[in-house]
Structure formats: C-alpha cells, structure tokens
C-alpha cells in the first residue's frame, strides 16, 4: 500500500514540477545567424546565435551593448573592411573576448560581452 502511495505520488509530483518550469523568454524572440543583414555587425543574447539580437554601427567607435553578448557575427564583404571588438567590460573595458573581421562569426563567447569597439 505504501509503495503504491510512494510511486503516486512521485508521478503526480514529477508532472507537477514539469508543468511549472519556465519557459526561455528568449524562444519568443530567437533570431539566428541568418538574421543578421548583408553587410552588418550583429550580437546575440545567446550562443549559437540564438537569444535576442542587435546590431551596431560600422565605425562607430566604442559602443555599450543593449544585451550582453554570448555569440557575435559580421557579415560585411571582404571589400569593406568593418572589425569588431567585442569586450567583457562597459566602455570598451575588461578582456578583449574577439576580434571580429568581414565574414568572420563567433558562436560562442567564452565570457559575457559588454560593449564593443567598432572601426572601418
């Protein structure tokens, strides 16, 4: 009787706990690589280029990040050289986390990136 109770129990608590675990808020507004525009600087809120994306001007300087960043990619051509530098601190701060050159992407940024230091 008490093994019976036991599993039962076990069931209905372990479908109660898989009803009530969240969601990523971040499913609703995935964006992957293949967002990012033809000729852009893009970062991702998640690695693999997953998560909420933004992009940043070309030759904007340092720029503080809306998001922090997890994955970054640039999809200007070879003929226009855009980089980013993307850095684990505000203001263009802390670690340098990478490098960022036409046509180069980076699904996976080993820290949080903060802001970035974008040049022509």
Do not use: E
């Given at each position: 009787m008490w093994r019976t109770l036991s599993r039962v129990l076990l069931a209905v608590s372990t479908v109660g706990a898989v009803t009530l675990l969240p969601t990523s808020p971040a499913s609703a507004?995935?964006?992957?690589?293949?967002?990012?525009?033809?000729?852009?600087?893009?970062g991702?809120?998640?690695?693999s280029f997953t998560g909420?994306?933004?992009t940043f001007s070309a030759g904007a300087g340092c720029l503080n990040s809306p998001i922090p960043l997890r994955?970054?990619?640039?999809t200007y051509g070879f003929g226009f050289m855009a980089v980013?530098?993307?850095?684990?601190?505000?203001?263009?701060?802390?670690?340098l986390l990478a490098t960022v050159?036409?046509?180069?992407?980076?699904?996976?940024?080993?820290?949080?990136?903060?802001?970035?230091?974008?040049?022509?």
């Amino acid at each position: 009787m008490w093994r019976t109770l036991s599993r039962v129990l076990l069931a209905v608590s372990t479908v109660g706990a898989v009803t009530l675990l969240p969601t990523s808020p971040a499913s609703a507004t995935t964006a992957g690589l293949a967002d990012c525009p033809s000729g852009s600087l893009c970062g991702w809120s998640g690695t693999s280029f997953t998560g909420t994306m933004t992009t940043f001007s070309a030759g904007a300087g340092c720029l503080n990040s809306p998001i922090p960043l997890r994955s970054v990619a640039n999809t200007y051509g070879f003929g226009f050289m855009a980089v980013m530098n993307v850095y684990s601190g505000p203001n263009c701060t802390g670690t340098l986390l990478a490098t960022v050159r036409p046509g180069d992407s980076v699904p996976f940024l080993f820290s949080w990136g903060s802001s970035v230091h974008t040049v022509i």
